[in-house]
């Protein structure tokens, strides 16, 4: 059994009051837990880790040291920021083992994720910290994750590297794919443009269609499918092309097409109010009604759901 | 010095080979502006062989683990992102400004620039002429692009050693390969096949840069994109599109026009097209020279 449960879903920024009560207005961060053993992993540090990590001082250190597996979707700051307020990191005997993906000649994830702890921006540096701490960067891999979890990592398209995660446990799929946009052809099409090159376009075309092919590949016949959604397609194409988001259509089409059972619309934008997302998910629900089996739902802080 | 010792001296060097000075500040300028579009990212780094081969070196290294080997520039920036590329090129061109034009002694650098560019565009213009797969062409550019490679490290750090042996070539009508051989007791297509191997690029670009000085002695069955590079770099030198020191080039062996089904009349009618692209390049990069000879 996997129960996935949604701690922070909003992008971008936290957003709390009073239009954003219903869907929350932590940035994201999933828990992850498997099987008897109760095994802990957790999918982004944003503010929503806050809370997770108040619920784990009750729930699991009771029982012993906390022991979790920490996976970066990327180190954007609302994909991280909430790590110095994680309670477990001050414990003595915990161990978080944190990985992600670093974009090249950045500095290495220890010193981007732990130098949010120096005295400038905060009262604790890393040094001082309790808990053992690893750092382990990430790239486009297979790994097998012990106690029968299965890992497999994707490159998405995001202004820096940035990986969709795929855990596979008992049978089942859970798979993230934020924050991403559709890959496309960055290169101009219109031979009348001044920087045409024919070479690139074809080149280029072909590149995005592969890896759009590779991406559907990476998230088929997932049982819980969570999907950047920060868009309406209209506010994509008329002004957010390469920010590295998707749109709710494009979420359900790729979900749709992947043979997906259920569909969780993620990294809401900071600006949409709880009952814009209410419109925009029954929008969608009548729209796809009957075309789909595909279940869909707005990512919702605090809600459960088991595998 | 004894050959073995050069060798180390140039292995050293391979290590941290800095981009060509001529380009680096058109990347550093490109890189630094945010409103840098693909197509000039593309457009920087296909002009200079040493940042296209460092580049693709990166981007097929462990660093990204990606299963599938990349060999098109353009892949890399729609499946890593303008950034991560903007990233590379520039942690490149930043080891360039180690270097500087003082070094291009022995070769004239725009010369050398020019020669290198001008086989890269021929390669894919007679590929495109043969009809190849449109999926290959830029193959056959970057293996032309960096054929040369292997010249950059000799120049640098034997600068002496070239200069005299440029001038025994020149003095005995001997191809420069030849005389490097005999001078230094290697040439600049083994040198050139180590940085290959040290950057880890494709098989394509290692038998392009080992073998067109000698292509039929390559026993495998990739012939066309070796063979292409073969014909341009004669090109090259035959009509006097840059240079880079070989000033008595070899004939190419007429097996390889027979294998590609290109004559010297097909290479003529490129002859424009390839002024067009090297001038496009020029204009791009604020040279100040007019495309053309400079032997």
Known sequence: ?307 | MESEQKIQKIKAYIDKMPSLPITVSKIMEICNDPRTSPADLNKVISVDPVLMGKVMKLINSAYYGISQEVTSLVRAIIMLGINTVKNLALSTAVLGTLGSSKEFQALNMEGFWRHSLCTGVTAKLIAKRRKADQKTLEEYFIAGLLHDLGKIPINNKLLDEYLLTMRLADRDHTPLYKMEKESLGFDHAEIGGMIVNTWKLSQDIYNSVVYHHNPLAYTGEDKDILYSVVMANYFANAFEMGFAGDRYPEKVDPEIGRYLGITLDHLEDLEDQVHQEIEKARIFLKLTTATGASK
């Open chain 1, 1 to 307: 059994m996997m129960k996935i449960r949604f701690w922070g879903v909003r992008g971008s920024i936290p957003c709390p009051g009073p239009t954003t009560v219903k869907y929350g207005g932590n940035t994201a961060c999933i828990e992850l837990r498997f099987g008897e053993a109760d095994r802990i992993i957790i999918i982004d540090a944003g503010s929503g880790i806050r809370s997770l990590g108040n619920y784990m001082m009750q729930k699991d250190l009771p029982k012993g040291p906390i022991k979790t597996d920490l996976f970066l979707s990327h180190t954007h700051w609302d994909h991280i920021m909430g790590f110095p307020f994680f309670t477990p990191i001050f414990i003595p005997g915990s161990k978080i083992n944190i990985y992600g993906p670093v974009t090249f000649e950045e500095e290495g994830l220890d010193k981007i994720i732990g130098d949010q702890l120096s005295y400038r921006y905060f009262p604790v540096k890393q040094s001082e910290l309790s808990a053992t701490i690893t750092y382990n960067q990430l790239r486009e891999c297979e790994m097998d994750l012990g106690d029968g979890i299965k890992l497999k990592t994707k490159y998405l398209n995001h202004p820096i590297l940035c990986l969709g995660y795929r855990f596979e446990y008992e049978g089942k799929v859970f798979c993230t794919a934020y924050d991403t946009e559709p890959f496309r052809n960055l290169f101009p099409t219109d031979p009348e443009d001044p920087s045409y090159d024919e070479i690139a376009a074809v080149e280029g075309e072909k590149a995005a269609e592969e890896e759009n092919r590779k991406f559907s590949q990476f998230i088929r016949d997932a049982d819980l499918l969570v999907h950047d959604s920060q868009y309406t397609h209209k506010e994509y194409l008329e002004s957010k092309l390469g920010w590295g988001h998707s749109s709710f259509e494009y979420a359900i089409n790729s979900a749709h097409k992947g043979y997906v059972k259920k569909l969780i619309l993620f990294h809401h934008d900071p600006l949409r109010t709880d009952p814009q997302l209410d419109t925009l998910l029954e929008e969608y629900r009548e729209k796809t009604k009957g075309k789909t089996d595909l279940e869909i739902e707005m990512a919702t802080e605090g809600t459960e759901i088991i595998l």
